[in-house]
T-cell receptor
Framework: QKEVEQNSGPLSVPEGAIASLNCTYS??????FFWYRQYSGKSPELIMS????GDKEDGRFTAQLNKASQYVSLLIRDSQPSDSATYLC??????????FGGGTRLMVKP | DTAVSQTPKYLVTQMGNDKSIKCEQN?????MYWYKQDSKKFLKIMFS???????INETVPNRFSPKSPDKAHLNLHINSLELGDSAVYFC?????????????FGPGTRLTVT
């Protein structure tokens, strides 16, 4: 069974710190990976996608992919209280369907 | 506004009823999806549909059926509703092609079966 695993958290970081969110996946056939942010009661919002090994940066966010280790991570620099949410990692499968992890709840404390 | 929209936002109904949830996207995407998010917040794919192919997650009961009148709409019809169907249902869409196929989600429909 194709799985995506995340630590459920909560991950608590002080304001201004770097938040590091991690994810592992089981399907070596997955080519693309996605990070979504979901606020309570809201829909998932796409933050970043990555499909090449290495780092991809977008503003305060950096996604990292290591296909050999089947590992994806998201770094949030200068964390803000507004970043407090659940972060969902997803991997694509056949038919471009996404398999989601259970999410990591991030709490940024002022 | 360009977006993925769903109606209704909330749906409360009794066991055994049949109901539909509607989804529309005006992003020009060619593939649409339905996801279910249960009380533990686990988000799970139900269907993937474009104008050529329907892919069904094998765990989805056949009481659930997607219906697409055109490329911009994908409705979800549920027969004989059960208590366990209570969840938030999200529609999503994407444009397939080279590179990552980024999916964009609608606001969700919270279904409560009593």
């Amino acid at each position: 069974q194709k799985e995506v695993e995340q630590n459920s958290g909560p991950l608590s970081v002080p304001e201004g710190a770097i938040a590091s969110l991690n994810c592992t996946y089981s399907d070596r056939g997955s080519q693309s990976f996605f990070w979504y942010r979901q606020y309570s009661g809201k829909s998932p919002e796409l933050i970043m996608s990555i499909y090449s090994n290495g780092d991809k940066e977008d503003g305060r966010f950096t996604a990292q992919l290591n296909k050999a280790s089947q590992y994806v991570s998201l770094l949030i620099r200068d964390s803000q209280p507004s970043d407090s949410a659940t972060y969902l990692c997803a991997a694509n499968n056949a038919g471009n369907m996404l398999t989601f992890g259970g999410g990591t709840r991030l709490m940024v404390k002022p | 506004d360009t977006a993925v929209s769903q109606t209704p936002k909330y749906l409360v109904t009794q066991m055994g009823n049949d109901k539909s949830i509607k989804c529309e996207q005006n992003l020009g995407h060619d593939t649409m999806y339905w996801y279910k998010q249960d009380s533990k917040k686990f988000l799970k794919i139900m269907f993937s549909y474009n104008n050529k192919e329907l892919i069904i997650n094998e765990t989805v009961p056949n009481r659930f059926s997607p219906k697409s009148p055109d490329k911009a709409h994908l409705n979800l019809h549920i027969n004989s509703l059960e208590l366990g169907d209570s969840a938030v249902y999200f529609c999503a869409s994407t444009k397939t092609g080279t590179g990552p196929t980024e999916q964009y989600f609608g606001p969700g429909t919270r279904l409560t079966v009593t």
